[in-house]
């Protein structure tokens, strides 16, 4: 009897022995895929903060008019003006820099520089969040990555034609402006422009890993 009674107790601690191992795999199983959602949800707003800021640079840089090319709307208007008006004149009188000049009158060194600091502040932005999204530890798929790519370019090719403009504009400055201060707020523009160049370089790269690892596991 009291052999039977061991036997008893020894199968009933080995039964609760294997059921507390396996409640614990189980417990680690179901918390896994709460991690991954976690850091998921967090690519995807890296993604989303990313292409967001890049096109509010972009949009900011075509609806003010920061580039020396004219866009097709200012193109319709500028061959109209020579119709009218006839010869060179009116290709200077819509020349972008001349119309930016113009708008600004006395303040336009205060505006030149109010204006180049808000870019340089949004391409840090822009920058950021796309160094943030090449470092995910996460794996992006190709298709999402060659969207965030397409942002981030899209944004340095707004700042490389504002960064254009900008530089013509303060060539026509007079003798009173101060030129150190000129120089420092093109060199901070130019060094924002190239950390965005390189986050698009590492977007790049992440793509183009994303495409070899799909292929070989295709």
Request: aromatic share 6%; with cysteine.
């Amino acid at each position: 009897m009291k052999d039977r009674f061991d036997m008893h107790t020894v199968f009933r601690t080995l039964g609760l022995v294997v059921g507390l191992c396996t409640c614990s795999l189980a417990a680690g199983c179901a918390s896994q895929p709460i991690t991954l959602g976690a850091d998921s949800q967090a690519d995807i707003e890296a993604e989303a903060r990313l292409r967001s800021q890049a096109a509010r640079l972009s949009a900011l840089v075509d609806e003010e008019g920061w580039t020396l090319t004219a866009g097709p709307a200012d193109a319709a208007r500028q061959f109209f003006s020579r119709l009218i008006n006839g010869g060179e004149d009116a290709d200077a009188q819509s020349d972008p820099v001349s119309l930016y000049v113009e708008a600004q009158g006395a303040n336009v060194v205060l505006a030149f520089h109010e204006d180049i600091a808000q870019l340089t502040t949004l391409a840090q932005g822009v920058a950021d969040a796309a160094d943030n999204v090449s470092e995910s530890a996460q794996g992006l798929g190709q298709a999402t990555l060659t969207q965030d790519l397409a942002s981030a370019e899209g944004a340095l090719g707004a700042v490389r034609r504002a960064e254009d403009f900008f530089k013509a504009v303060s060539e026509g400055f007079g003798p009173d402006a101060d030129e150190a201060q000129i120089a420092q707020a093109l060199s901070l523009l130019a060094a924002e422009k190239t950390r965005l160049a390189d986050a698009a370089d590492a977007l790049a790269e992440r793509r183009w890993a994303a495409q070899s690892s799909q292929g070989l596991s295709s």
